[in-house]
């Protein structure tokens, strides 16, 4: 048996949606919210502006909004970035969602559950031992290795610890691409 891998596959993680915000209702107490379509309100004050990313409680639909840009120039601001605040840009929703300065200014955390899923190829040759596998994510996914391997090749987590040999470590949470190699069953 050859210790070089015989085959590359290609997994890619793709997100699906937005994912939803630990954050708790001031109303119900309950611990989930979403963005839903993405809106933005901004008000001015003079030549000041304040942005906010409107979120609504998942249990009691109450809309509550996280600070994007406090007592702000308006000068400061590009004229894409404004007309994208004003016309609710799904690129920035998600992209002022996903910054990590934004969710610890307003004290959320980010849950990805069921926000993201894996493409594989619908082949897999059992001959051909060891098969090295590249995954990369279109977009920034925080998700552990060995889950996503686990979840991939139908192995449990510890046959996963056992058969995988990957050139990051399996337990701890990444968003960007790594290689592993699944080796033979012993």
Not at 48 to 77: G, I, M, N, Q
Not at 169 to 175: E, G, I
Request: aromatic share 8%; charged share 25%.
């Amino acid at each position: 048996m050859s210790s070089q891998p015989h085959i590359v596959l290609p997994w890619v993680v793709r997100r699906t949606r937005l994912p939803l915000l630990s954050l708790r209702c001031v109303d119900c107490r309950s611990e989930s919210a979403t963005t839903g379509e993405g809106r933005f309100r901004v008000n001015a004050n003079g030549k000041l502006l304040d942005v906010w990313l409107l979120v609504r409680c998942v249990s009691c639909d109450r809309t509550s909004k996280l600070t994007v840009h406090e007592r702000t120039p308006a000068r400061s601001f590009s004229p894409a970035e404004l007309h994208g605040y004003h016309v609710n840009d799904p690129e920035l929703v998600a992209t002022r969602l996903l910054d990590p300065s934004l969710a610890r200014r307003n004290r959320f955390a980010l849950d990805w559950t069921g926000a993201w899923r894996l493409d594989t190829p619908s082949t897999w040759l059992d001959e051909a031992w060891p098969v090295q596998v590249r995954v990369v994510f279109e977009e920034p996914v925080p998700v552990r290795p060995e889950r996503l391997i686990a979840q991939g090749l139908g192995f449990s987590r510890n046959e996963v610890l056992r058969r995988i040999k990957c050139d990051i470590p399996l337990r701890r949470t990444t968003s960007t691409g790594f290689t592993f190699t699944v080796m033979a069953a012993d």
